[in-house]
């Protein structure tokens, strides 16, 4: 091979990979010496046939020589970007209007394409906005790489059947994710997963628009949309902003839609009722939805969000989007059954008996609530105790709540906090260790409150974990920026002694059933209380 033969080579902008370079130029040269092209005359030979294909003269050999070149120059897919090169060029000049040389430079990139759909799982639009990046040659669209990618036969789909399964996984998880978070706490915890992913806008806010408790349909088109874009990102690496690359009117969306309560139901496909004459949601398009841009502007913003992420990350803030699409879906469904408001002395004996023997396997739920109901009736009001957290979810964070356990106890006039963590099953080092690791940053906000009549070294905080069985070792006291921190480990069996024959009802009522009565609790959790408490799980 002489410089000049190499030169002449890479002036055809070949689809070659880099580190097969010299095996493509073997090829092509040993085409020409089958052909009979002297060795001196072989760098002239490329470069008049280029002229002559330029022209519209594509001749027969010239062309065997290229197509031997291109599968030289890739093992994976040079063989079939070999066999559709020359009729991709025409099919870019004559379909999407690029000149010759802007039709070659395009198929240049053929291998990284096929690469990128066949490997990457890159959506035909994700792939074109990242080649618009890499080369401001070259026009890319979506259609256009999409036309590459299909004759190249790396082009990814998914089924209806897909779409079915991820709906019904997300069901599932969304009640043992969000537990039983109302619409806010849901859009909280979906906020703090964009937040570790590196998301910069407050997506709970932009969530709680899109579902407002007092109207979840004025923008239920938007939230469909919202929930079939997500889906795709289970499957593609796709630029979630371009609504149309995977068929807004197929069966999957119409399956989807037909999913929703009625309490949702808006009329016609979401997609083609309010987006039918752009390809890409946008601010441009947000803006046109005049009344509605308040939800329009928040899906446009969450899927540019999205955009930004890579691939795993994207995939993961998507299914919690969908976690909490489901939880939307939940409050706009009838309650299916509930507890009594007021349970019976047997029947709250029972419960006990049934929570301090094993886990009730509600995501913490009934855990929580009973240990709600039991510390309730130890620290009163009337003894000067203010409690914290009572009736929270299980995924309320301490920190934003501003708490130091799951529900905390204060009484000013000890300067003494005490709080509980309930915790199904057994109470391991590891999980207690992960707890006590994020206690300074739960304690700090209560230790402003206190500078403003005491200060933190007058405070003492004892916290109690409470789970079926301690498999953990108590920690020795900590001192927290001057504040005292005791431990105690206990099981629910211990728990449930200290208030022997005490008179639970009324907190019982308050902390249990008035809680698991609300639509934030998964129908499940009614039906496991009822069953503890010896009703059937579908009764009234």
Known sequence: MTIEFREAFRSLWLPVSVNRETEAIDATEARMEEIGIAESDRAQWIRAGLESWRDGALEHDWRSALHSAIRAGDLKYGDAVATEYFSLHSVLKNDFLLSFDAARTFLSHSL?????????????????????????????????VDKVVTKLRTKRNFTLEDVQKVFSDDAELEELLLADSDLPAAADAVAQIGKGVGVPINLSERLQTLADPGDLQRYSPYVQMLHYQCTIAEFFDHRVSDIYEFSPRSQRVNWLVEQYPDALVAAGNPFL?????????????????????????????????????????????????????????????????QVPEQLTQPQIDALLEFIVAEESRTAGILEQRIVDALTSTMYTREDGWISRGLGDSVTATNTSRKKVGDCDYQKLTERRVVAFEAHGGALTQIYLHGHLSTLPKALAPRQEEWFGFSSPEEWAVDIEFIAHEILAETPEPMQIDGTTVRFRLRTFNQLAADIAGGNLADAVRRYICDPVNEKRTPNRVRAKLREMIGLPADGD
Request: net charge positive; hydrophobic share 45%; glycine share 4%.
């Open 273 to 337: 009722n309010n987006a039918k004459s752009v390809e890409s949601v946008n601010l441009a398009w947000a803006r046109s939805k005049a009344a509605q841009y308040a939800g329009a502007l928040c899906l446009v913003e969450i899927l540019v969000e999205l955009e930004n992420l890579g691939f795993s990350s994207r995939q993961e803030l998507a299914a919690w989007i969908r976690f909490w699409i489901h939880r939307v879906m939940r409050f706009a469904r009838p309650i299916t059954s």
């Open 112 to 144: 990284l394409i096929s690469r990128l759909s066949g490997e990457e799982r890159m959506s035909s639009a994700q792939i074109a906005s990242l080649l618009s990046d890499r080369d401001t040659r070259v026009g890319f669209s979506r259609q256009s």
